[in-house]
């Protein structure tokens, strides 16, 4: 019996696959990543592709398969800039960077995030900062942040005393609507609350589409007879 390997990346003997992870992502970003059929074009556009581990071509085959180490704990999902060059690209009509916009969510949710991945927590910090305030407060961001990252002090000090002087970030916060962003971040969190019950449902199989690659047939099987 023998493995299949799918463009470097081998997957067990003959088995039948899990599509919870695919279910979770269409319920999340409502694309359905069955439609890949893996020309590649996202990849050969990717500015980011040739400094990851792996690449975007490589993760949707994952997210197929049911490969939740490959997709989920991959660097590439920290260091992709959400360019939507892969999006553009696709002739399957496909929001690949949606995909992996989810993908980092549900990495979130699922307690897997890179820890190697410094700018990972960059948008908790944008979230926090906003919701404290109404408006990004810049350097209380970049503070927190190197809180986190103490051998990038010296750089950034150089580079933020720049800023400061020429007025492009404030010493102090200058405040916006704050009831209005707390409304909207009680809405958001709601918001997710509910997409991570589905989330739970879809893991199980419970949720439409978890159990294969659409919904005429069973789930996909890899090196035997569907």
Same mark, same amino acid.
Request: charged content about 25%.
């Given at each position: 019996?023998?493995?299949?390997?799918? /463009?470097?990346?081998?997957? $067990?003997?003959?088995?039948?696959?899990? #599509?919870?992870?695919?279910?979770?992502i269409?319920? @999340?970003?409502?694309?359905n990543?069955?439609?890949?059929?893996?020309?590649?074009?996202?990849?050969? #556009?990717?500015?980011?592709?040739?400094?990851?581990?792996?690449?975007?071509?490589?993760? +949707?085959?994952?997210?197929? *398969? #049911?490969?939740?180490? &490959?997709?989920?704990?991959?660097?590439?999902?920290?260091?992709?800039?959400?360019?939507?060059?892969?999006?553009?690209?696709?002739?399957?009509?496909?929001?690949?960077?949606?995909?992996?916009?989810?993908?980092?969510?549900?990495?979130?949710?699922?307690?897997?995030?890179?820890?190697?991945?410094?700018?990972?927590?960059?948008? /908790?910090?944008?979230?926090?900062?906003?919701?404290?305030? #109404?408006?990004?407060?810049?350097?209380?961001?970049?503070? &927190?942040?190197?809180? %986190?990252?103490?051998?990038?002090?010296?750089?950034?000090? %150089?580079? @933020?005393?720049? +800023? *400061?002087?020429? !007025?492009?970030?404030?010493?102090?916060?200058?405040?916006? /609507?704050? %009831?209005?962003?707390?409304? +909207?971040?009680?809405?958001?969190?709601?918001?997710?609350?509910? &997409?991570?019950?589905?989330?739970?449902?879809?893991a199980?199989? %419970?949720?439409? !589409?978890?159990?294969?690659? $659409?919904?005429v047939?069973?789930?996909?099987?890899? !090196?035997?007879?569907?």
């Amino acid at each position: 019996m023998e493995n299949v390997a799918y /463009d470097g990346m081998e997957a $067990s003997p003959t088995r039948t696959l899990s #599509g919870a992870l695919a279910a979770r992502i269409r319920s @999340g970003s409502g694309e359905n990543v069955y439609l890949c059929y893996q020309c590649k074009k996202c990849t050969t #556009g990717c500015p980011v592709a040739p400094f990851a581990d792996v690449h975007p071509a490589q993760i +949707m085959r994952a997210v197929q *398969l #049911g490969d939740e180490a &490959r997709s989920l704990d991959s660097r590439f999902l920290w260091l992709c800039t959400g360019c939507e060059t892969c999006t553009t690209r696709c002739p399957q009509g496909i929001d690949v960077a949606s995909v992996m916009e989810e993908l980092r969510i549900i990495a979130r949710h699922d307690g897997r995030v890179r820890t190697d991945m410094p700018f990972a927590g960059i948008l /908790d910090l944008n979230y926090r900062s906003f919701r404290r305030w #109404g408006r990004l407060y810049e350097l209380e961001l970049v503070v &927190r942040d190197l809180l %986190k990252r103490p051998k990038a002090v010296p750089d950034t000090v %150089k580079l @933020g005393m720049r +800023m *400061l002087s020429k !007025g492009k970030v404030r010493w102090l916060p200058a405040t916006g /609507d704050r %009831k209005q962003m707390k409304r +909207m971040s009680q809405a958001a969190e709601r918001i997710e609350a509910r &997409r991570r019950d589905e989330a739970k449902l879809a893991a199980t199989g %419970k949720a439409p !589409g978890a159990s294969g690659a $659409s919904a005429v047939g069973g789930a996909p099987k890899v !090196g035997g007879t569907p």
